[in-house]
């Protein structure tokens, strides 16, 4: 009996609390059922940042919404309306209660104008310093109106941003750009520094060449170097600067050398000639730059060029490479003109002030380093009336196949003549060549080649020297 008693009492118990806990439930659920929903505009909102900088995307503050010291969720509680713009001005943020809140709230936040930012695209010009008009372009957002000015000294600038530099000018040129106010952006203003810089040239080729003379000097080192000048602008710079060294990257012995626009003549010059410092058979670097004097007062140089570089040869066939004679081309050898045509030179006039007593014709002449035969003397070549010389002796080169009329004659002084040439006919050598030659003397010794006594001898008669002629 104690053991049912206590089973019962048990059971009891269990019964007694699961019908104590669905009176609990039971009186929650109607109280809740029996809860009115709240009014979210008593609730406190509020926002991370109330201001911000207009950048042209969204943007927005980060909104709470407290009920006393709950924080609402969004989704649940209330649905959020205009919360971020992209739009300068004042924006307002809507809060919709949901769920256990009803009715809305609203706060604002503002998108401010920003100062307007101004860049410019020209920030160095080069020129020769010469009158320069130029178009300075600048950008600011919002397509605001840009207005220029300018108060350097030698430059102007219409508000449109031409901007104009006086003859000579070179230097800093100080612009102040202002951009109007506009519906997004405050007005602004900047000053900008644009640097006006001499304009270079560069090195085109170089050449070992000048007076050909009748035996290249030896210790003749010199180069001639050309630069580019075909733009007519460049006559404004004041002149050229060269400077060279063995070294290519210019850090050791550094030669220079300035070279004046105008030469001697007032001609405009695009080359010189250089020797000073050169060494033969040595790789030499060569740059050039322009340089000017500007109108503050200030000496202005331009970039160096790119390197150019020229092996320092002063032997023949580099002194004249690249050259040819030409039909009909003249040279002065040795104080006499030879007339080129066809691999042959034709002696035709003298400077008689590089003749010592004599005249010689050589068998062969060089030009251009290589040796032609002198085989023809042009009639008055060297008649005496066209200069009026004092000639003792005439020497008449081994290739001489023709002589012109009048070629030597009115020389009264010419004692002696040698021939060497066995190639003259009677009908190659002209009326009066030898006319009146050594007319002082009672006769002229001439030597020609064996075997030609008789023949030369009938041949310088008939040409001027009957009665007077010794042959030997």
Known sequence: ?????????????????????????????????????????????????????????????????????????????????????????????????????????????????????????????????????????????????????????????????????????????????????????????????????????????????????????????????????????????DGFQIRFSLDRTFRSKVHKAKIPMLNAFGSLVDSCSMSKDLVKGKKTYFQIRTYKKALDGKMYYSSWSDTASHKIDSSKKSFYSGKKPKNGEIFMVGGIEYKYKDKKLEAVDMKYSSIQNQIVIPDKVEVYGKKYPVTSIKAGAFQRARAGSSVMKIKIGKNVQSIGKNAFADNPFVQNITINSKKLKAKSVGKNAFQYTGRIYAYVKVKVPAGKKAAYRKILEKAGLAGRLRVS
């Open 1 to 237: 009996m104690k053991k049912k008693s206590y089973v019962r009492y048990a059971f009891l118990s269990l019964a007694l609390c699961v019908l104590m806990a669905m009176s609990v439930w039971a009186w929650g659920v109607t109280a809740k059922a029996s809860e009115a929903p709240k009014d979210i505009g008593a609730c406190a909102v509020t926002l991370s940042k109330t201001t911000f900088p207009y950048s042209g995307q969204k943007c927005g503050p980060k909104v709470t919404v407290k009920d006393g010291n709950a924080v609402l969720a969004e989704g649940t509680d209330y649905a959020l309306y205009g919360a971020t713009a992209a739009t300068v001005g004042r924006h307002e943020i809507t809060i919709l209660g949901m769920g256990r809140y009803t009715g809305q709230a609203t706060a604002f936040f503002t998108i401010q104008k920003v100062k307007n930012k101004i860049t410019i695209d020209t920030k160095e010009i080069y020129t020769y310093s010469n009158p320069y008009r130029y178009n300075v372009y600048c950008d600011a957002e919002g397509n605001a109106k840009l207005t220029f000015s300018t108060s350097t000294k030698g430059a102007s600038i219409t508000k449109d941003g031409v901007l104009s530099l006086k003859d000579g000018f070179l230097g800093t040129v100080k612009v102040k750009v202002k951009a109007a106010e506009t519906e997004i952006y405050q007005a602004a203003s900047k000053t900008f520094s644009i640097k006006v810089k001499l304009k270079g040239t560069y090195i085109t080729q170089f050449k070992n060449e000048g007076t050909i003379p009748t035996i290249l000097p030896e210790n003749d080192h010199t180069v001639k170097v050309f630069w580019d000048s075909g733009d007519y602008e460049i006559q404004s710079v």
